[in-house]
C-alpha cells in the first residue's frame, strides 16, 4: 500500500479476484489459441484495470 492510502477492504479484494477470474476464464472458453497466448504471456497485475464500481477488467 502506498504511504497515505489505505489497503482495500477484504469484500473489495475479493470482488476484484473474481472479475479477474472470470476475465481469464473467458479467454480460456472463447478466445482463440494466438490471442490466448498473446494475453497469458502479459497477464499481471497492472494489465487488470479496475473500473469505478470495483468491476475488473483484462486490458
Do not use: C
Request: glycine share 6%; net charge positive.
Amino acid at each position: 500500500v502506498q504511504p497515505g492510502r489505505r489497503p482495500l477492504e477484504w469484500n473489495t479484494r475479493m470482488k476484484i479476484a473474481v472479475g479477474a477470474a472470470r476475465g481469464v476464464e473467458y479467454l480460456h472458453d472463447k478466445a482463440n489459441l494466438y490471442y490466448l497466448v498473446s494475453i497469458f504471456n502479459s497477464l499481471n497485475n497492472t494489465n487488470l484495470i479496475s473500473l469505478r464500481q470495483n468491476h475488473v477488467d483484462n486490458s
